[in-house]
């Protein structure tokens, strides 16, 4: 996936990176208990393909993966800290 | 002597600067069917972002002395008109208000300020510019814009979809309208974003310039499923000027800052009041705090609105008292308003998302 920001950059993103950076709260762990993605190792080819993108509002994306595993909202600010920028200016 | 090219018209025309998108009006692409006859005649239409803008008549006139001033031009003939461009290129086609170019909510935190006021004022007001307007009341505990706006019959149902009732030139949706009466809706949060959402997806909202969102207050259910559903164009945010409710707008405006919903201003209601019998000028609820919390926010203030029993008469009786008592100092603030509020969402049109690619 690669998303061209307001500003003219430009970040680039595999769908293994997205899947384990899954903000999620069955991924992420919530209330101090740690998440699925803390347990395990490996993640099957098809948690790791990217399904489809939806915009939520107008502040996260809804990645949904080939798994059927959608439940991640990725808000713009986390999605820019995350990938690597490469300016294009 | 001869007449002007048409580039020598487009150059003086480029010294017009639009104050809020901050670039000339020949670039904007404002200038449409520019012909000069061979007499030295010009004409052409000037295509504003909005009707509502607060700018036209000083566009028209700086654009006829400018042209007028060319050598060899013998007439200027400017045609004045509108078209809202739509807010931001969806990723796809969305089945949420397809046909819908700018959505506008106005919020508030708090409640009790006048929220349903100013967006039927407001919306009056756009639709009195010239646009095509609606307005849904996302208010589903206490729907009041049915009472506000005198239509009080149920919506009709085509194609399984329900069609919105006119008033006022205006296209409404409230669940006052579905549910009306004294019954109450009894619902707890997931069901108040499900309604919401109906009302967006089932009612035949058609073509909309704007579509006005009138919302309940609290920074919970209603505020985050329409920040997630639709991409807002922006919020207006309404608050009255004493330090309890500014102190709530901000948390208001706070939250659709979270969610990247752009701020388009603060709107101070209950400004003033003018004594009836001595004229003397009271501020009941002190005067200027949302002024003040916009400046300290760095986010722009809209204007404010007199505290007058003009407009909660004519809302009680069901007609805004834009179009009722237009020129009355409450219809005159809810106008100028309107035109700031349309200024600040012409903006967002020319703003440029994020673009997302998936290989």
């Known amino acids: ?89 | 002597m001869a007449a002007p090219s048409s580039q020598q018209v487009l150059d003086v025309l480029s010294h017009i600067q639009d104050p809020d998108l901050g670039r000339d009006v020949v670039s904007l692409g404002m200038i449409k069917e520019l012909e000069v006859s061979p007499q030295g005649k010009v004409s052409f239409t000037f295509e504003l972002t909005t009707p509502a803008c607060p700018v036209r008549d000083r566009f028209k006139s700086q654009a006829q002395d400018l042209v007028g001033e060319i050598p060899g031009v013998t007439g200027v003939d400017v045609r004045m008109t509108a078209n809202v461009r739509p807010a931001f290129m969806r990723p796809k086609p969305s089945e949420i208000l397809p046909g819908v170019k700018q959505t506008i909510a106005v919020a508030s935190g708090k409640g009790g300020v006048g929220k349903s006021t100013v967006a039927v004022n407001l919306a009056a007001a756009l639709r009195r510019s010239g646009a095509e307007v609606g307005l849904l009341d996302a208010d589903i505990y206490g729907p009041s814009i049915p009472a506000m706006t005198g239509s009080k019959q149920m919506p009709e149902q085509v194609n399984g979809r329900l069609r919105p009732i006119e008033a006022h030139g205006l296209k409404l949706m409230s669940f006052g309208h579905i549910y009306p009466g004294e019954q109450a809706t009894i619902y707890r949060g997931p069901m108040v974003g499900k309604a919401i959402e109906a009302m967006m997806i089932q009612v035949d909202w058609g073509q909309l310039d704007y579509l006005v969102i009138d919302l309940p207050p609290g920074t919970g259910d209603a505020s985050l499923t329409l920040a997630q559903a639709v991409p807002l164009t922006g919020v207006a945010i309404v608050c009255t000027p004493q330090d309890v409710a500014t102190d709530i707008a901000v948390k208001a405006l706070q939250m659709f800052r979270k969610l990247n919903v752009t701020p388009l201003g603060l709107i101070e209601n209950m400004s003033w009041y003018i004594c009836p019998s001595c004229g003397h000028r009271h501020e009941i609820f002190s005067h200027g705090g949302a002024e003040a919390a916009a400046k300290r926010l760095g986010v722009p203030f809209l204007g404010a609105i007199p505290l007058e029993e003009g407009i909660r008469e004519d809302a009680d009786s069901g007609t805004p008292v834009v179009i009722s008592r237009p020129d009355s100092a409450g219809a005159k603030a809810f106008e100028h308003i309107a035109s700031q509020v349309a200024a600040r969402t012409s903006i967002q049109s020319f703003r440029q998302l994020p673009v997302i690619n998936v290989h």
Request: proline content about 4%; hydrophobic content about 35%.
């Open chain 1, 1 to 89: 996936m690669e998303i061209t920001w307001e500003d003219g950059n430009r970040s680039t993103y595999s769908g293994e990176q997205l899947r384990w950076a899954c903000p999620c709260a069955e991924c992420r762990g919530e209330a101090g208990a740690p998440g699925r993605l803390a347990r395990i190792k490996t993640l099957s080819p098809e948690e790791l393909r990217i399904k489809d993108v939806t915009l939520v509002g107008q502040y996260a994306l809804q990645i949904a993966f080939d798994s059927g595993h959608a439940t991640g909202l990725y808000t713009f600010s986390y999605l820019r800290a995350l990938g690597p920028t490469a300016s294009q200016v």
